[in-house]
């Protein structure tokens, strides 16, 4: 499985922005999907994840209300559409897929988004 994290990159405090994750091959409702952030000088931390049918998701809490994960199974594609764009939202957003919750198996290259004040 190979992974294409797109769609970020500067944007206003308040201001949106919607990530796009692209996934090959044929068994992509098999996947947990999931976005993670990483802001310089911390860890990776886990942000959003959406089951494989779609039907049950889990956020960070602090993005809870803001931002919205969703899967589109026929294109292969999960999305994350961020609203209410904080400063602390800045960071590289990468999307991973596993068999599992908790599972992280495959991990896209990674797109900036940089919320300026």
């Known amino acids: 499985v190979q992974l294409q994290a797109y769609g970020g990159g500067l944007v206003q405090a308040g201001g949106s922005l919607r990530l796009s994750c692209a996934a090959s091959?044929?068994?992509?409702?098999?996947?947990?999907m999931n976005w993670f952030r990483q802001a310089p000088g911390k860890e990776r931390e886990f942000v959003s994840g959406i089951g494989k049918s779609g039907s049950i998701t889990r956020y960070k809490e602090s993005v809870k209300g803001r931002f919205t994960i969703s899967r589109d199974n026929a294109k292969n594609t999960v999305y994350l559409q961020m609203n209410s764009l904080k400063p602390e939202d800045t960071a590289v957003y990468y999307c991973?897929?596993?068999?599992?919750?908790?599972?992280?198996?495959?991990w896209g290259q990674g797109t900036q988004v940089t919320v300026s004040s």
């Open positions: 091959g044929s068994t992509f409702s098999s996947y947990v």
């Open positions: 991973a897929s596993g068999s599992n919750w908790g599972s992280y198996a495959y």
